[in-house]
């Protein structure tokens, strides 16, 4: 009986024997590749979902859509066939998650509630804002104003920015440091010696 397990067709459990006798060839297939993949499965929900309270629920989804899938036809491989399967309800989740309801909309709309839209005046200072941040970017010297848009508009970090322009991440942490002070003194600097004169 050693080497033997519990889903070895011809064990001595009657019961079990008629069990596996009356499983198709689908069910057979799915308990030998797909379940073993559980802790698989659960690692690439780990590292890839938000709420770890949903992983199990995640994985029973995977499970029901790769055996719906089955019936239709046998994958080659099961494991890229999980995985894939389980990277795309990842991904039909996090564009349903981002969808506003209709319902949603209408429902504020009833309520009469004012849309909070800029008024012309909020406008004009914005416009003049980002004109006088745009100059003062353009005053910066370019390495310095390549680090800032790369780190503050693109959102790079320091690591990537550092391999981008060809330097160390200490030069790149200089460059942002003297970039956002001269950034603040253009911006801000007239302000506050205002404040600052009797």
Known sequence: MAGKTHLDPDTRDPQFADAALAMSALDLWFIREVLPLEATLNQFFRRNCRNRTDIADLCQEVYARVYEAAQRQLPDRARPFVL??????LINRARRDQVVSVQTVVDLEALNVAIDEPGP???VIARDTLRRLQLALDHLPERCREAVILKRIEGLSCRDIAARMGISENTVNRHLTDGMCALANNLFGEVLDAEREP
């Open 121 to 123: 005046d909020r406008v």
């Open 84 to 89: 894939a399967t389980a990277r795309n309800l």
